[in-house]
């Protein structure tokens, strides 16, 4: 019986604290806020390493902001990380299960990458969430429809013969 109280307060405690976490995701920070439009101004002007730079610190000021991740993801995308994209798709995903842009999004970065039997998954699932009229159901069909981008050659792929003659 002495334990009682306690035991009511810490249950008061961690039922407020679940239903704030499944709160609507709201506005982000004020700061944060100012660093999603400093990075959504550098991808318009094409930079997207300083838009990463910008979204990175968005989302260390307000963790919290899910929508932050989708930026990251397309500024990902736009430097042609498409496996560090899909990452922050499935992140996003992983707090928002129904979110319509990450799972066109992570399609998207898949036929990117070649995966294009994952992406018909993704398109699959988002026809039957929010039908075929949806522009990012749309979208994804596009870049499917578009196929892979052709590889881009890299140096180290042609490194030239390591042969040492004599002078």
Known sequence: MRFAPAAAALSLLVAVQTSVSYADEGAPAPRAAML????????????????VDAFEAALAVDPGHTPI???????ARREGLQGKAIGYYRETLKRDPDNYAAMSGEGAALVEKGAVEKARRNL???????GETCPETRDLATAISRGPQPRVLRAEAVMPDATVSQN
């Open 36 to 51: 999603i439009t400093e990075g959504m101004a550098a991808l318009e002007a094409g930079q997207p390493q300083r838009a």
């Open 69 to 75: 991740y989708l930026h990251l993801a397309e500024a």
């Open 124 to 130: 699959s699932r988002l026809e039957s969430l929010c």
